[in-house]
């Protein structure tokens, strides 16, 4: 997952409270199926795991927390066997 909210190399310190539809996170083939919150989010964001349909559009939000994530160009489903 690439985070693009922030020129800089550190962690953008986020107030919880603050409306967070301004992040936007791309995604690849090796993070589907998408989930939100990811592995990595801060403990304080954490809400109930949502899987998101990406693949349809190539962008979806997340209805908890307003993270925006967008599928990167090229990106295809990943095979899976049945």
Same mark, same amino acid.
């Given at each position: 997952?690439?985070? $693009?909210?922030?020129?800089?190399? &550190?962690?953008? #310190?986020?107030?919880?409270?603050? #409306?967070? @539809? ?5 995604? @690849? ?10 592995? &990595?989010?801060?403990?304080? *964001? ?9 693949? $349809?559009?190539? *962008? ?9 994530? #967008?599928?990167?160009?090229?990106? &295809?489903?990943? #095979?899976?066997?049945?």
């Amino acid at each position: 997952m690439t985070q $693009t909210t922030s020129s800089h190399d &550190k962690p953008l #310190d986020i107030d919880p409270q603050s #409306d967070l @539809t301004a992040t936007r996170i791309t995604i @690849t083939e090796k993070e589907l199926p998408l989930h939100c919150p990811g592995s &990595k989010s801060p403990l304080w *964001s954490m809400h109930p795991r949502v899987y998101l349909d990406i693949l $349809t559009t190539g *962008s979806v939000e997340c209805p908890y927390c307003g993270v925006h994530y #967008d599928l990167e160009p090229g990106t &295809k489903a990943p #095979d899976h066997p049945h």
